[in-house]
């Protein structure tokens, strides 16, 4: 899967207000800026694109734009946010993916997904079933999906202590290969593929993200970067620690296609 774009949104003034259950303190809006900006020259590093939406203080959650969209294969699903406080961010990102996606469709009621929860992984796609994705919003996406010839595995997370959605603890690292955080070590829903464990301690870490050969992940993660390049990957880190507080990783600060 070569990624050629990326669409992003920076945090908003109002972005200490966005949900959390992290406990790690207020962020310091310059700095997650700052944070922001590395993250984009990243994805510039990676070769792609990048369109830069506004910041929108109506949203303080607004900067984790990939729970707005699920993007496979020519297909752009509208997803329908679990949290009522998100709802309104996905008009934007409609708009946005518009000339790129012209024949979009949507999550409806009562379905809820958070793209957060959704996992692509080659020709498969795994959907977290979390307190934001709900069963009927899952099999929604999974009938989306299938149209593309794309195959769909759900994975109830509900229950597993601070983790918001289904990439908070697992990340694909191309071809069969998965790297699951300890809650998930043995699911059945991962058999047959192949696993790298993230060591414990280094959970926040498995919300790493592949892309053009790259695995971008957060820094201050030595023992899983280190697994990484072990089985060849190159790896770019960098501090997420005020996305962090606000329970985002990663992955759901641009949309990628
Ligand atoms: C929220 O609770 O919705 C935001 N504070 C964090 C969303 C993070 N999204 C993600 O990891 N995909």
Known sequence: MTF??????????????????????????????????AYVKAL????LSVTRLPADDRFPDSTFVEDTAVLARGLAVLCRP???????????????????????????APGTVDGGDVCEAGDHVFVGI????????????????????LGTTLVDVRGIPGL?????????????TLALARPFAGRPEFAGWDVL??????????????VNGRVLLASGYPRFE??????????????????????GGLSCLSLRF
């Open 197 to 210: 464990d993230v060591p414990a301690g280094e959970e926040y870490a498995a919300n790493a993200v592949l």
């Open 44 to 47: 510039e590093g990676c070769g």
């Open 82 to 108: 679990g949290a009522p406080s998100r709802a309104g961010e996905v008009e934007a990102i409609r708009t946005a993916l518009e000339s790129f996606f012209p024949s979009p469709v949507a999550i409806e």
């Open 130 to 149: 979390s307190e934001r994705t709900n069963e009927a919003g899952a099999r929604q996406l999974a009938a989306h999906l299938a149209t593309r010839g």
């Open 4 to 37: 050629t774009r990326a669409l992003v949104r920076p945090p908003a003034s109002t972005f200490a207000d966005g949900l959390t259950t992290a406990g790690l303190g207020s962020p310091d809006l310059p700095l997650a800026l700052a944070q922001h900006e």
């Open 226 to 247: 280190t697994a990484l390049r072990a089985l060849g990957l190159r790896t770019v880190a960098f501090d997420m620690s005020e996305f962090r507080k606000l329970d």
């Open 164 to 176: 918001l959605h289904l990439k908070s603890g697992i990340a694909w690292l191309g071809e069969r």
